[in-house]
């Protein structure tokens, strides 16, 4: 197994930025198996790090575009922003997935005959859906501690509301 | 206010392997072999190449390293102003633990 064979588990913009210097650095022989792991654990870095796909889209911008421009633009319409095109797929699967268990979950309560669970979960579904999504995209490469207040109070206010309209 | 040092810190594991970077560079440019053999020789640490480039895009995004034009494959960092700052902030800390770290063997 050699370096260059392992770098292309990097994501496309990280080896357009780094691959060069990266075979360069690591040489192009056979690799021990402790290099192995490590490059085959800094490529899952490099796909889920958000500094890391900064430093590689800032150095896109810098190279003229290339195949990192088009992979990243959704960071680079707006720097704000730290989630790729790629993690808003993602949140937008884990989001659809999560509407499909708690209504999954509705009707299995209903059929047990634990109709008022079933109402707290079809309450639940959607928002809860976006607030266990956000993390991977809205929220990504936020403080933890901030996306657990974000979260914590989106879902608080959800079974506040729902408490509210149990009582009329 | 949050303290410069503590921003190394922020980097979770690649904190150490970040820190001997900026050390490393702190002696003048130079490219990833280079400091590889180089923080090899100072601290006895070989890092891995997943890892020292995962320590390094995280240093540039923070604009505390930067490259320089590459020469043939190999491209090299050096060190910036604010990547200095960082560095001697950092050093000082580690310094004041050390200072109460042997102050205390000796006490024991």
């Known amino acids: 197994m050699t370096a260059e064979r392992l770098v292309r588990l990097y994501p496309p913009a990280w080896r357009d930025r780094y691959a060069e210097e990266f075979v360069a650095a690591v040489g192009s022989g056979p690799l021990h198996v402790q290099?192995?792991?490590d490059i085959v654990s800094g490529a899952i870095d490099a796909w889920l790090s958000s500094d890391v796909r900064r430093a590689t889209v800032a150095a896109a911008g810098v190279r003229k575009g290339g195949?990192?421009?088009?992979?990243y633009s959704f960071v680079c319409?707006?720097?704000k922003l730290r989630y790729t095109q790629r993690d808003a797929w993602i949140g937008a699967g884990v989001l659809i997935l999560v509407v499909v268990v708690f209504s999954a979950l509705d009707i299995a309560a209903r059929r047990s005959g634990l109709p008022a669970t079933g109402d707290i979960l079809k309450t639940l579904a959607f928002p809860g859906a976006v607030a266990l999504s956000m993390p991977l995209w809205l929220l990504k490469g936020q403080p933890w501690k901030a996306q657990v207040v974000v979260?914590?109070?989106t879902l608080g206010l959800v079974f506040l509301a729902r408490y509210v309209a149990s009582l009329t | 206010m949050r303290k410069l040092h503590d921003s190394l810190a922020d980097l979770g594991r690649f904190s150490e392997?970040?820190?001997l970077i900026l050390i490393s560079l702190a002696d003048g440019p130079k490219h990833g072999y280079a400091m590889t053999r180089d923080i090899e020789v100072v601290s006895g640490?070989?890092?891995g190449p997943g890892t020292l480039y995962g320590a390094i895009a995280r240093l540039e995004a923070r604009k505390w390293i930067e490259p320089l034009p590459a020469?043939?494959?190999r491209r090299p960092y050096r060190l910036t102003g604010a990547g200095q700052?960082?560095?001697r902030a950092r050093l000082e800390g580690l310094r004041a633990v050390t200072r109460v770290g042997h102050s205390r063997l000796a006490e024991g």
């Open chain 2, 85 to 87: 700052r960082v560095l």
């Open chain 1, 77 to 79: 319409s707006d720097s």
């Open chain 2, 45 to 47: 640490q070989k890092l």
């Open chain 2, 71 to 73: 020469d043939d494959r």
């Open chain 2, 17 to 19: 392997p970040a820190l």
């Open chain 1, 35 to 37: 290099q192995i792991v």
């Open chain 1, 151 to 153: 979260i914590g109070v």
């Open chain 1, 67 to 71: 195949r990192g421009m088009d992979s």
